[in-house]
Nanobody
Framework: VQLQASGGGLVQAGGSLRLSCTAS????????MGWYRQAPGKDRELAAA???????MYTDSVKGRFTISRDNAKNTVYLQMVSLKPEDTAVYYC??????????????WGQGTQVTVSS
């Protein structure tokens, strides 16, 4: 399974971005896809994830501002980000793996895409 992410960039605070990630290969190897992010000097954290069946989870700091969605036919996951804040600045990594109610255990990683929010 290979993941190809796109959509990062530089935006002013309050702006919006949409990230996309498409998985190629056998989709039967995972039941969830999502986005982790890593800010400078911080640990990687789960921003949002979504199961094949539509279960979604978000870290508290992005609730109400980020929306994750999937096109299962295209094996693609999207992250719509609005009302962006400087603290959202990070490298965002797409991941796919096994998901349950506690989180997404990533087996396959995409390349990171930089999101920079200026104040």
């Amino acid at each position: 399974v290979q993941l190809q992410a796109s959509g990062g960039g530089l935006v002013q605070a309050g702006g919006s971005l949409r990230l996309s990630c498409t998985a190629s290969g056998s989709s039967s190897k995972f039941n969830g896809m999502g986005w982790y992010r890593q800010a400078p000097g911080k640990d990687r954290e789960l921003a949002a994830a979504m199961s094949n069946g539509g279960f979604k989870m978000y870290t508290d700091s992005v609730k109400g501002r980020f929306t994750i969605s999937r096109d299962n036919a295209k094996n693609t996951v999207y992250l719509q980000m609005v009302s962006l804040k400087p603290e959202d600045t990070a490298v965002y990594y797409c991941g796919a793996g096994l998901m349950d109610s506690t989180g997404l255990d990533v087996d396959y990683w995409g390349q990171g895409t930089q999101v920079t929010v200026s104040s």
